[in-house]
């Protein structure tokens, strides 16, 4: 008898704004569900990352070579699962990188935005500067009915955050 071959798993993409926590989160969370983790950051053209840096937000012209880098590390999963930390503040941009695998699902980081800006405050050595928050607030898009998601609140320590990413996956509930 030969075993079942394991269920495919899905990519997971940890959104939310600068500061809400998608690195820390989204790496847990990875190496609690045993699949590998990407940061979108990591994604950018220099001349991006400039473009942050000197306070100036991004334009959709600007995130587009990003996000199709961020879509071909998540179809290139194929079944395997993975996890992404991406803004993903719009619903195009959801749609952009679903494309690339209909079965994406989002953890949305969501939080107030005192508790994000005193974040932003006290991370050091990142491009993105605090300024830059309340255009990011603007964008934002909630997940909407017929996105595939979750949101999950930022309220207390990393772990705790991690604890209810992971009890909002389909199919899992909330440690013991």
Known sequence: MTAAAPAPQPVIVVMGVS????????????????????????????????????????DDTDRAPWLDAIA????????????????????????????????????HLDGPPELIASRLAARMQHFMPSGLLASQFEALEPLEAGEAGAVVPITGGPQEIADRALAALPGRTAPA
Do not use: Q
């Not at 590390?73 to 990188?97: E, T």
């Open 19 to 58: 500061g809400s926590g998608k690195s820390t989160v989204g790496g847990l969370l990875a190496e609690r569900l045993g699949v590998p983790y990407a940061e979108a950051d990591d994604f950018h053209p220099p001349a991006n990352i400039a473009k942050m840096s000197a306070g100036h937000p991004l």
């Open 72 to 107: 071909e590390w998540i179809a290139a999963r194929g079944g395997s699962g993975g996890v992404v930390s991406c803004s993903a503040l719009r619903r195009r941009y959801r749609d952009r990188l679903r494309a690339a695998a209909p079965d994406l699902f989002f953890l």
